[in-house]
């Protein structure tokens, strides 16, 4: 274990598992803020889409027209 080489081998490998981990956790965020903002403008969507149809019945259901 005293040998040079094998110090150079523990480094290298040390130095490689933690660029991985480096490179995998960077990955992982990118992803998860992608999806979260896809699931924003989604429910945004969604919740825009369902006013619409509440307006559109309160104005059959009790004759307003607002427009």
């Not at 040390?14 to 998860?32: E, K, L, N, P």
Request: proline content about 1%; cysteine-free; hydrophobic content about 50%.
């Amino acid at each position: 274990m005293n040998e040079p080489q094998v110090w150079t081998l523990i480094g290298v490998f040390a130095a490689g598992m933690f660029g991985m981990i480096t490179i995998v956790s960077t990955m992982f965020i990118r992803v998860m803020r992608s999806e979260i903002h896809a699931l924003r403008v989604e429910l945004v969507g969604e919740i825009r889409n369902i006013d619409r149809d509440v307006n559109a019945l309160m104005k059959h259901t009790f004759n307003i027209d607002r427009d």
